[in-house]
C-alpha cells in the first residue's frame, strides 16, 4: 500500500522525524518499505501568467509566449510548443537552470529555432506525477492552473500539494489492520513514541431513522445504515483530491470521493446508495439467491445462492463487500443517500469475488481482513465529511443490526515464555511498556504471568506466541543473540536409499555424462510417450494449468530429455550424454526414476577418436549401477522389447526384477526418432527405488586360489540366432564349477561362413581353489563344453 | 707365433672399434673368440711349450682374450645404447595431443546446491526428509495453519489436481508429515529439499522451483537458536565474512516470521546493483513454529517449540554463482550446465 507522507502527518506527529529513521524503523517492525517516491519532483519553478502568444514563423506548432513571472523574475520570452496556450493562462514555469522530473532533466536557455527561449511550461507529467492519476487532459498539455493562483510563487509543489512522499508499504497478510490510515499512524506512533492525531466526529442525528436493517445470512452478523438527505454532489476539494490522488485513487466527485477517503482512514468499506431510487423502507442482507444483476460497472452478473447480497427485500441493491447495483447507483441528481458499514464474511467475499472475477478496493479489504468494530467511526466520518463537503443537513439516527457473539479476547501469557521462546532476556518493564505503546491491555496476574486484551483493530493477535512477536519486532531484533540449540544429540546423514542415489548420480557424473533438471509438468500430447515403465497408468492432470505445455504430470522422465537432447541440438551441440533423477507419480504409483540418453558420437579423445554411441553403451551403464547396487543380473529377467512403437525391437530390453518391470533400454526406433527430430540415441529408464530396495549380500572376503587357472580359446560356427547368454548359460550347465569363465572374444560372419551362420571365439577359464586341474580333468570338462555347444549345433572349427 | 698373436690383437681392437651394429659385433665374437678362432688355435701350441715360456705364452694369449672381451662388451653397450635412442627417436608423438577422455559430466546446478545445503546440514546433525509432490491440501495448507478460505492461500496459487490434491506450493508439508511420524515426541532435526509448484512464470519466478525446507524441534528451540543455525549455514554457503539480520514478516506456520537478509558478497555490504544498493541480500524465511501447527500435528505446544526455515534453492545458486534466469536452471543449454563443473 501507498502511505502519503503528508496526510500520515495529520494523523501522527512526525515533527524532525529524519525520513530515512522513519523508513527503516518501519522495515524493522515488520512494515517493509519497498520504495519511496516523490509525488512530483522539481527545482526552480514559478507560476507565470502568459500575457501574450504569437505564432513561431518557423514552425506550425510552435508558439512564442510573453510570461509574467512575478515582481522578482520578470517578463520572460518561452517558447512552446503545448496546443492549449492562451493569453491569461496561469501556468507551470521550469525557469533557466530548473531541473525537474524523475530523471532530473535540466532547463537551460536556449534558442528554439532562431527563437531565445528562457525555460519551459510544464504539465504535471513533466514533473514526474504518474500518468495513471492525470486526465486526458493533464497529460495532453501544459497543466492549466486555477486563474486565482498567484503570480511569482516559487513553491509551486506545495502549491499543488505535489510536495508529498509516497512511501510503499508491504502490507503482510497478518497486519491487514495497517491498511487503514488511522491504524498504520497508531503503529508509527508506538514506534516511535510520538504522540497520536486522530479525530473522532460525531454527527448529532435530526431525524429518527426511516429505514429497517436485517440479515437472513449468518454471514453478515452486522449491518449499520444511516441516512443522509439533501446532499449535493460536486467537484471534491483541492485536499481531498490531493489525499486521494497521493494514494493513488483518482477523484471522481465529492461523494465518491467520501467514500474512498473513510474506507483509506478507517479500513471500513463503506457503501451509498440513492434511496430514491429503491422502492423500500428496508435493507435485508440475504445469500439464497438466483438471479442475474447488473453492478456499477454495468456488466451482468449471475448471483447465485450462496452469494451474499444486500436487497430491499426482494431485489438485489449490492454484491455485499464486492460491488453495488447500478440500479441505485448515486448520480450527479442524487440527493437523499443511506450509507451502508457491515461486517460481511470474508470467506463468501473471497468466494463470489474469485467466482465471477470481479474485485475491488472494498473486497480486497474484507478478504484480508478489517476492523470489525469501527463501524460507527466509520459512518460518522462520512457524516462528517458529507455535512462539510456536500452540504448534506438532515441525518438519521445510525440503525445497526448486530447479533455477533462477545468473543474475551484476553490472552494468557507470561515473560519468561516470550523469553524461552525468544531466547532472550529482556525485563518484564521493557516488554510492559512496548505493549503499552500497542495498546495491548495487561493484567498482571502475579510476578510473571498475565492477561493480555490487545485493541480491536489487532485482529492477528490470537495467542500467547503472537504476543512474542510483538515484543521480538518493537524491541527483540537487538536483543537475540545467535547461539545453536542444545538438545539430544541427533545423528545426520542420508538414508540407504538418499546414500545410494547419490553415489549413483556421482557415478553417472564419473562418466562424462551431464545431469538435467526438467520439469514435472509436461504437455497431454506427450505424456505416454516412452513410459513403459507406467505403461497401463493414469497420470495426474492438473486442473488448473498455466499453458497446456505443462499441464500434466509425467509419467516418464524420457520425452522431457529428448526435448534437452533436441534443444541442444538446435544450438549447435550435435552429441549430447545426459540423465536426471526424478520422483515419478501416477494416480496409482510412486516410484524414483533415473533416465539416460545418450546421442550422437563418444568422444574418445577430441575428434581424433570418435564413435557412435551404440546399444551397449547404454546396456554397459546399466551393468555398472547393478555392479554399484550389487545386485547379480541372475536375479534379473532380460527380454527383448519386440512389441512397442519408441524402441528399436531387436536392439533393446526390457528388466523384470520378481516379475515387475523395473527398466526398459535400448536404441529408439527409426520411426520414433524421425518424429523427435533425433539420430543414433539411445535411452534408458529405469525404476530406482526398486533396484535399490533389492537386498544385497553383505561383503565378506573370499578366499583366493593358490592354484593357477587355466586358459583355452575354441572357435565354432553356429547359428546366427542363437546368443551369447544361451551359450554361456548352456556351458556352465553342462560342465561343472571347474569352468571359472566364459568369455566371448569375437564374432565373425561373412566369407567361409556359410549364411545363416556365424562364426564365434570363446575363451573359458577352467580353475580349482584346492588343486592344479591336471590334463585329464581339463580335456574331461573341455569334452562336455563342446558338447554342450554341439546340443545348440554349434560346431568347432578345425 | 708371439708377434701373430699381437697381429691379432691389434686387428680386433681396429675392428671391434670399426664396428656399426650388434651382428657385425657378433660376428667380431665369433671370429676372435670362438674355440675354432685363430687365437683359440694358438692354445693348442701350448703344449710344445715348457716352464717359463709356457707360463708367458699363456699369458699372453689370456690377456689378448681378456682384452678382446672386454673390448666387444663395451662396444656392445655403445651399439646398444645408439640403438635404443635411434629406436625411441622414431617412437616420437605429439604429446601436445589431447588425451584419451576420462573427464566427469557435470552436476546440475541445482542438485549441486542441493548437495551442498544438505551436506552441510548432515554435518551439524540434520537427517533429510523428502515427501511426495502431489501431495494432499490438508498437509499442503491446513496443518500448516492455513486453513481454507484463509487468505494466505492467495499467496500462493497453486496447481490443484481435484478438491483434496494438489502439487505440493511448498515443501512444507514434509514438516507435518515428520511430526506424525514422529508422534509427538522430539527432537525433530530435518532439511527436505525438493520441487514445488505454483502459477507463476518470469525471470525471476518459474511455476516449477526447489525449496529446502528446516525444521528443529525440542523443548527449549529458541528464535536465538534459529539465528545461530541460520548464521552458521550462511557462513558456510556464502563465506566466513557474510553477516545475516532478520527482519520481521509473515508466514501462517511460524510466529514470529522473519526474512533473514545476508550481507552483500559482491560489494561486502558496501552497495552495489546485486544488492539494490543496500548492502543486503534478502535469502530466505524463517520462523518459531506456530503453536497450533504443533498441537495439529501431535506435538504439546506447550511443552514443545522449534523453529523452521525455508531456502530457495535457485535463489541461492543464483545470487551465489551470478546466474541472471532461472528458466536457465531447465533449458539445460549445455552450454550453461557444462559451466559448473569445478569441485
Redesign the interface.
Known amino acids: 500500500m501507498i502511505i502519503s507522507l503528508n496526510l500520515l502527518k495529520q494523523f501522527v506527529d512526525l515533527n524532525d522525524i529524519d525520513l530515512s529513521y522513519l523508513l527503516h524503523k518501519l522495515?524493522?517492525?515488520?512494515l517493509?518499505v519497498e520504495g519511496v517516491h516523490h509525488l512530483a519532483k522539481a527545482k526552480g519553478l514559478v507560476i507565470g501568467e502568459i500575457l501574450s502568444v504569437k505564432n513561431h514563423n518557423d514552425s506550425d506548432h510552435l508558439h512564442i509566449l510573453e510570461v509574467d513571472e512575478g515582481e522578482k523574475y520578470g517578463i520572460k520570452q518561452i517558447v512552446c510548443g503545448a496546443k492549449n496556450v492562451k493569453e491569461h493562462l496561469k501556468v507551470i514555469v521550469a525557469r533557466d537552470g530548473a531541473i525537474i522530473g524523475n530523471d532530473d532533466v535540466k532547463i537551460t536557455k536556449s534558442k528554439i529555432r532562431g527563437v531565445e527561449s528562457y525555460g519551459m511550461c510544464c504539465s504535471l507529467e513533466e514533473l514526474g506525477v504518474d500518468k495513471s492519476l492525470l486526465s486526458e487532459k493533464q497529460c495532453s498539455g501544459i497543466e492549466e492552473l486555477d486563474e486565482n493562483a498567484p503570480v511569482g510563487e516559487e513553491d509551486v509543489l506545495h502549491y499543488l500539494g505535489l510536495d508529498d512522499v509516497l512511501i510503499e508499504i508491504n502490507v503482510?497478510?497478518?497486519?491487514?489492520d495497517c491498511l487503514a490510515l488511522y491504524s498504520f499512524a497508531k503503529e508509527v506512533s508506538a514506534l516511535l513514541n510520538r504522540k497520536l492525531n486522530i479525530p473522532y466526529y460525531e454527527i448529532k442525528a435530526n431525524r429518527k431513522s426511516s429505514y429497517k436493517v436485517s440479515s437472513k445470512s449468518e454471514y453478515c452478523k452486522q449491518f449499520s445504515l444511516r441516512v443522509v438527505r439533501n446532499i449535493k454532489v460536486k467537484k471534491s476539494p483541492i485536499w481531498l483530491q490531493v489525499a486521494l490522488r497521493s494514494e493513488g485513487i483518482r477523484s471522481i466527485n465529492n461523494i465518491v470521493d467520501i467514500g474512498n477517503y473513510v474506507m483509506l482512514l478507517t479500513g471500513r468499506p463503506i457503501h451509498m446508495y440513492d434511496i430514491n431510487k429503491i422502492n423500500s423502507q428496508e435493507f435485508v442482507v440475504r445469500d439464497d439467491l438466483n438471479l442475474p444483476f447488473i453492478a456499477l460497472d454495468e456488466k451482468e452478473y449471475q448471483i447465485q445462492e450462496g452469494d451474499l447480497v444486500v436487497t430491499d427485500k426482494e431485489n438485489p441493491l449490492c454484491l455485499a463487500g464486492i460491488m453495488g447495483g447500478l440500479n441505485c447507483a448515486i448520480d450527479d441528481n442524487s440527493c437523499d443517500i443511506a450509507i451502508e458499514c457491515a461486517s460481511f464474511s470474508?470467506?463468501k467475499v473471497?468466494?463470489t469475488s474469485t467466482r465471477l472475477g470481479l474485485a475491488s478496493d472494498s473486497s480486497s479489504r474484507f478478504?484480508?481482513?478489517i476492523n470489525p468494530k469501527n463501524d460507527k467511526e466509520a459512518l460518522e466520518l462520512a457524516s462528517y465529511l458529507l455535512q462539510e463537503l456536500a452540504d448534506a443537513s438532515i441525518f438519521e439516527e445510525i440503525v445497526t443490526y448486530d447479533v455477533r457473539e462477545k468473543e474475551d479476547r484476553h490472552i494468557a501469557c507470561s515473560f519468561s515464555y516470550i523469553n524461552?521462546?525468544?531466547?532472550?532476556s529482556i525485563a518484564k518493564e521493557k516488554m510492559e511498556e512496548v505493549f503499552k505503546a500497542l495498546n495491548i491491555d495487561i493484567t498482571l496476574l502475579d510476578e510473571d504471568n498475565f492477561l493480555a486484551l490487545p485493541p480491536e483493530y489487532r485482529i492477528d493477535l490470537k495467542?500467547?506466541?503472537?504476543l512474542?512477536?510483538e515484543i521480538?519486532?518493537i524491541i527483540?531484533?537487538e536483543e537475540?543473540?545467535?547461539?545453536?540449540?542444545?538438545?539430544?544429540?541427533?545423528?545426520?546423514?542420508?538414508?540407504p536409499f538418499?546414500k545410494k542415489k547419490?553415489l549413483i548420480?556421482?557415478h553417472?557424473?564419473?562418466?562424462?555424462?551431464?545431469?538435467?533438471?526438467?520439469?514435472?509438468?509436461i504437455n497431454e500430447n506427450v505424456k505416454d510417450e516412452c513410459a513403459l515403465l507406467t505403461l497401463d497408468e493414469e497420470c495426474?492432470?492438473?486442473?488448473?494449468?498455466?499453458t497446456i505445455e505443462?499441464s500434466v504430470?509425467r509419467k516418464s522422465l524420457l520425452a522431457s530429455l529428448f526435448d534437452?537432447v533436441k534443444?541442444?541440438n538446435d544450438?549447435q551441440?550435435e552429441d549430447?550424454?545426459?540423465f536426471?533423477t526424478s520422483?515419478i507419480?501416477t494416480k496409482t504409483h510412486?516410484f524414483e526414476s533415473l533416465g539416460i540418453v545418450l546421442k550422437g558420437h563418444?568422444?574418445?579423445?577430441?575428434l581424433?577418436?570418435i564413435r557412435e554411441y551404440n546399444f551397449y553403451d547404454i546396456l554397459g551403464i546399466f551393468e555398472s549401477i547393478l555392479t554399484m547396487l550389487g545386485i547379480n543380473k541372475n536375479r534379473l529377467k532380460f527380454q527383448s522389447l519386440e512389441d512397442n512403437i519408441y524402441f528399436h525391437p531387436f536392439r533393446s530390453l526390457k528388466v523384470y526384477l520378481n516379475n515387475k518391470l523395473v527398466g526398459v533400454m535400448g536404441e529408439l526406433h527409426p520411426t520414433y526418432m524421425k518424429k523427435k527430430d533425433l539420430k543414433n540415441t539411445y535411452a534408458l529408464e529405469i525404476d530406482l527405488s526398486s533396484l535399490c530396495e533389492v537386498k544385497s549380500a553383505s561383503l565378506k572376503m573370499e578366499s583366493i586360489s593358490k592354484y593357477p587357472f587355466v586358459t583355452r580359446d575354441y572357435a565354432f560356427v553356429i547359428k546366427k540366432e542363437v546368443n551369447f547368454a544361451l551359450i554361456e548359460k548352456t556351458i556352465k550347465k553342462y560342465t561343472s564349477s571347474l569352468i571359472k569363465n566364459v568369455e566371448i572374444f569375437d564374432v565373425y560372419e561373412g566369407e567361409h561362413v556359410a549364411n545363416s551362420y556365424k562364426s564365434i571365439a570363446l575363451r573359458l577359464t577352467y580353475g580349482s581353489n584346492d588343486h592344479t586341474l591336471v590334463e585329464k580333468e581339463i580335456s574331461e570338462i573341455e569334452n562336455k563344453a563342446i558338447s554342450a555347444l554341439s546340443s545348440l549345433g554349434g560346431e568347432l572349427r578345425k | 707365433m708371439i708377434d701373430k698373436i699381437k697381429e691379432i690383437a691389434r686387428d680386433a681392437e681396429k675392428k671391434i672399434a670399426n664396428a656399426e651394429n650388434i651382428e657385425e659385433l657378433n660376428k667380431l665374437q665369433l671370429l676372435y673368440l670362438s674355440k675354432k678362432s685363430t687365437l683359440m688355435s694358438f692354445m693348442s701350441e701350448m703344449k710344445n711349450l715348457v716352464g717359463e715360456e709356457r707360463a708367458k705364452f699363456g699369458q699372453l694369449i689370456n690377456s689378448v682374450k681378456q682384452d678382446i672381451t672386454k673390448r666387444i662388451e663395451e662396444k656392445k653397450k655403445i651399439l646398444e645404447a645408439k640403438a635404443l635412442e635411434e629406436k625411441l627417436k622414431k617412437e616420437v608423438i605429439d604429446i601436445s595431443?589431447?588425451?584419451?577422455?576420462y573427464?566427469?559430466?557435470?552436476?546440475?546446478l541445482?542438485?549441486r546446491v542441493v548437495?551442498e545445503v544438505?551436506d552441510i546440514?548432515?554435518?551439524?546433525?540434520?537427517?533429510?526428509a523428502?515427501g511426495?509432490?502431489?501431495e494432499e491440501d490438508h498437509f499442503n495448507f491446513e496443518l500448516l495453519n492455513v486453513p481454507?478460505?484463509h487468505?494466505?492461500r492467495?499467496?500462493q496459487d497453486s496447481?490443484?489436481?481435484?478438491e483434496t490434491?494438489l502439487?505440493r506450493s511448498q515443501t512444507s508439508p514434509v514438516q507435518a508429515h515428520v511430526m506424525l511420524e514422529k508422534n509427538g515426541k522430539?527432537?525433530i532435526?530435518i532439511i527436505s529439499p525438493g520441487?514445488v509448484?505454483r502459477?507463476d512464470?518470469d525471470a525471476t519466478h518459474s511455476?516449477?522451483f526447489g525449496q529446502i525446507e528446516g525444521l528443529?524441534i525440542?523443548?527449549?528451540?529458541?528464535?536465538?537458536?534459529l539465528?545461530?543455525?541460520l548464521?552458521?549455514f550462511v557462513k558456510k554457503m556464502f563465506g566466513e565474512k557474510r553477516e545475516i539480520r532478520?527482519?520481521?514478516?509473515?508466514f501462517?506456520f511460524t510466529?514470529?516470521?522473519v526474512?533473514v537478509d545476508i550481507s552483500c558478497f559482491e560489494c561486502g555490504g558496501k552497495g552495489c546493483p546485486l544488492c539494490k544498493h543496500t548492502g543486503w541480500i534478502e535469502i530466505l524465511g524463517a520462523g518459531?513454529v506456530?503453536?497450533?501447527v504443533l498441537k495439529m500435528c501431535g506435538f504439546d505446544e506447550k511443552k514443545y517449540?522449534g523453529f523452521a526455515f525455508g531456502i530457495g534453492i535457485e535463489r541461492v545458486a543464483m545470487l551465489r554463482y551470478g546466474v541472471d534466469d532461472i528458466r536457465r536452471?531447465?533449458?539445460?543449454?549445455?552450454?550453461f550446465?557444462?559451466q559448473f563443473h569445478k569441485e
Do not use: W
Open positions: 522495515t524493522f517492525s515488520g517493509e503482510l497478510a497478518n497486519r491487514s470474508n470467506v473471497r468466494r478478504v484480508k481482513g524461552h521462546r525468544l531466547g532472550t495467542c500467547d506466541a503472537d512474542s512477536e521480538f519486532r527483540g531484533l537475540i543473540k545467535p547461539t545453536l540449540p542444545l538438545i539430544p544429540m541427533t545423528l545426520g546423514g542420508l538414508n538418499q547419490r548420480r556421482e553417472l557424473v564419473s562418466l562424462n555424462l551431464n545431469e538435467v533438471l526438467t520439469y514435472t509438468l495426474y492432470k492438473v486442473k488448473n494449468p498455466m505443462h504430470i534437452v534443444y541442444n544450438h551441440k549430447v550424454a545426459i536426471e520422483l507419480e510412486s563418444k568422444f574418445e579423445q577430441g581424433l577418436n | 595431443l589431447p588425451g584419451y577422455n573427464q566427469k559430466g557435470t552436476k546440475h541445482f542438485q548437495d544438505s546440514f548432515i554435518g551439524m546433525g540434520y537427517q533429510i523428502e511426495k509432490e502431489v481454507k478460505d487468505p494466505a492467495d499467496m496447481f490443484f489436481i481435484d490434491k502439487l522430539g527432537p532435526k520441487k509448484y502459477r512464470d511455476h516449477q528443529v525440542d523443548e527449549h528451540v529458541s528464535m536465538s537458536d539465528l545461530g543455525t548464521e552458521l532478520m527482519r520481521p514478516s509473515y501462517p510466529e514470529p516470521s526474512e518459531m506456530h503453536p497450533n517449540q536452471f531447465y533449458t539445460n543449454d549445455m552450454r550446465n557444462e
